[in-house]
C-alpha cells in the first residue's frame, strides 16, 4: 500500500492494545494540541512508545498546532438550546456574568458584526449575531441544538484578527520541536505565517500548513512553495467557502502540493459514520478511493480514531478501501524532470515499470533522493534506507516510500552488500539501487539493476 494513513490520537485507542493495532495501519499518529496541553501530550507520547514496541515498528508523531481556533471556554453542563433562543457569547478572559457563554478569542466582539453567521461544533448549532454591546455578543438560535465545553465557534466569513501562529502555537511548537516530526500550523493564511513560525521556533521544524481558509485558497501556490507538507483541513475551511465547493479546492490544493513537490494530506470526515456504526457510508467509501485517485500522499482520521466506538474498524476499512482503489489509481500530475538528480529518479521509474522490478533501494542521507523518487509515482516500492531515525520518520509522510534501517557501510560494495542482504530477507530478488558516493549529500547520481535470480 502506497497512501499513507494519518490517525488521530484520543481517549478512544488510549489503551495498549488497542493502540498496537492502529499502529499496524497507520505510518503516523496525530496530537491535536486543542485537546491537550504538554503534560498530557507526554503521557500520551510515553502510550505510543510502549505500544510501538509491542507493534514491532516505528511511527511518526504528528503535533497539530491550535491556531486561533475561536471555541467555547468551559461550560459547566451541557446547555440545550431551542430555535429562537437568544445567546450572549463573552471572552473567558473577561469577568463573566451569569447566563454568559465564555469564548476563548479575545478578539470575539471585534470580529462579530451584526446580521453574521455563527456556527458552533462543526456545523450543527448555527446561530446570527443580532447585536454587540460593552464586548458581548448576542446570537439568536436559527436551530436546536446542545452546547458544551470546548467546542469549536466559527465566525462565517469573519476577517479573523488574531495572527497566525498564535502566542499559544509557539509554546506548543518549541515543546513538540524534539519530541514530534511533523508540526501542522492550522489556519494560515499566506506564506509569511510559516516563515513566522520557523523564525520563533528554528529552520529545522517540518511545516505541515492547514488549508483551512479562503485566503489560503488564493495563495496556495506560496504557502506550497514556503511548506514541508500541505493539509486538507476540509472540517475548518467548509465554514470559510460553500461546502459545496470543498471538492474543487480539495483538488486546487493537492495539485498546487504536486506541483510544489510537497507531500499532501486529505483530511476530516473520510469515514465520519463509522464514529457510531461498524461500516462505513458507500459515499464515504467513494471519498477515501477518490483521495487516492487523486493523488494525495496520506489520509486522515478524526474523530474515527480519537473518540469513535469502531477505531480498529475504521482504520482496517480505510487501509482496505485504500488498497483496492490503488489497483486502479492512475498518476494524475506528472512531475516534469529537471536536472541530473532528477533524471535519474525518472529513470529509476520508468526501468522498474517497464521491466516489472517490484522495489527500488534508496540509501539516503536526508532523505531527499527517496522523496524525488516519491513525486514521480513510481508504480515499485520504496525503500529509503537511513541510519537516522530522524530521516526515517519524515519520510513517513511520502507516499509510496518505506524507510528502513541500514547497516553501517563505508564503501559503495559494503552498501551494495548491506543491501542485497537485507533484500533477501524481504524475499526480493529483482531490485534497483538509487545511489551516490557513501557519506557525501546530494550525490545520488548512480542506478543500478540487480538480480538475484538463479
Ligand atoms: N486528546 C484528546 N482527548 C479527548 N478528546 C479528543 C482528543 N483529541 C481529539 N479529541 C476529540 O475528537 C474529536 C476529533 O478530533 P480532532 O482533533 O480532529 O478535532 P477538531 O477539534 O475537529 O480538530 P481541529 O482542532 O484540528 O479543528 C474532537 O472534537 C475532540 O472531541
Ligand atoms: C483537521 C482540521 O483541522 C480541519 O479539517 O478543520
Do not use: W
Not at 92 to 115: A, F, M, Q, T
Amino acid at each position: 500500500m502506497k497512501t499513507k494513513i494519518l490517525a488521530t490520537f484520543g481517549p478512544a485507542i488510549e489503551e495498549k492494545s488497542k493502540l498496537a493495532k492502529i499502529i499496524k495501519y497507520t505510518d503516523i499518529i496525530r496530537i491535536n494540541f486543542s485537546h491537550t496541553n504538554e503534560e498530557q501530550a507526554e503521557q500520551y507520547i510515553a502510550h505510543i512508545k510502549a505500544a510501538e514496541k509491542l507493534a514491532g515498528k516505528e511511527i511518526s508523531l504528528l503535533a497539530d498546532l491550535p491556531g486561533p481556533k475561536i471555541r467555547l471556554g468551559k461550560i459547566k453542563d451541557p446547555i440545550i438550546v431551542k430555535k429562537g433562543d437568544l445567546l450572549k457569547l463573552f471572552y473567558e478572559g473577561n469577568k463573566l456574568e451569569k447566563g454568559v457563554i465564555p469564548v476563548s478569542y479575545r478578539y470575539i466582539s471585534d470580529d462579530c458584526r451584526n446580521g453574521m453567521h455563527l456556527s458552533i461544533g462543526d456545523g450543527y448549532l448555527k446561530m446570527k449575531v443580532e447585536g454587540i454591546k460593552d464586548g458581548i455578543v448576542f446570537a439568536k438560535a436559527i436551530n436546536d441544538g446542545i452546547i458544551s465545553s470546548r467546542k469549536g465557534l466559527n465566525l462565517i466569513g469573519a476577517d479573523i484578527t488574531e495572527q497566525t501562529p498564535t502566542e499559544e502555537d509557539i509554546k506548543f511548537a518549541k515543546f513538540a520541536k524534539d519530541k514530534f516530526d511533523f508540526i501542522a500550523l492550522s489556519f494560515v493564511k499566506s506564506d509569511e505565517d510559516i516563515k513566522r513560525l520557523r523564525e520563533k521556533v528554528g529552520n529545522d521544524i517540518f511545516v505541515i500548513s492547514k488549508i483551512e481558509r479562503r485566503h489560503a485558497l488564493d495563495n496556495i501556490k506560496a504557502i506550497a512553495e514556503e511548506s514541508d507538507g500541505i493539509m486538507v483541513a476540509r472540517g475548518d475551511l467548509a465554514f470559510d467557502i460553500p461546502v459545496e465547493s470543498i471538492p474543487i479546492a480539495q483538488k486546487k490544493i493537492i495539485k498546487a502540493s504536486r506541483e510544489a513537490g510537497k507531500p499532501v494530506i486529505v483530511a476530516t470526515q473520510m469515514l465520519m459514520s463509522m464514529v457510531n456504526n461498524p461500516m462505513p457510508t458507500r459515499a464515504e467509501v467513494n471519498d477515501v478511493a477518490n483521495s487516492v485517485f487523486e493523488d494525495a500522499d496520506c489520509v486522515m482520521l478524526s474523530d474515527e480514531t480519537a473518540v469513535g466506538s469502531y477505531p480498529i474498524e475504521s482504520i482496517e476499512t480505510m487501509s482496505r478501501v485504500i488498497h483496492n482503489a490503488e489497483k486502479e489509481a492512475q498518476q494524475s500530475y506528472p512531475r516534469s524532470v529537471d536536472g541530473i538528480y532528477s533524471y535519474i529518479a525518472h529513470a529509476a521509474k520508468d526501468l522498474s515499470e517497464k521491466h516489472d522490478i517490484k522495489c527500488i533501494f534508496v540509501p539516503t542521507e536526508s532523505g531527499a533522493s527517496a522523496i524525488r523518487l516519491s513525486q514521480f509515482r513510481p508504480s515499485s516500492d520504496i525503500i529509503a534506507l537511513s541510519e537516522n531515525p530522524n530521516v526515517r520518520s519524515k519520510l513517513a509522510l511520502f507516499k509510496g516510500v518505506r524507510a528502513m534501517d541500514i547497516k553501517n557501510y563505508s564503501s559503495t560494495d559494503e552498501m551494495l552488500e548491506n543491501i542485497k542482504e537485507l533484500a533477501l530477507k524481504l524475499k526480493i530478488y529483482e531490485y534497483l539501487v538509487v545511489y551516490g558516493s557513501p557519506r557525501k549529500k546530494g550525490s545520488t547520481d548512480s542506478l543500478k539493476y540487480v538480480s538475484l535470480l538463479p
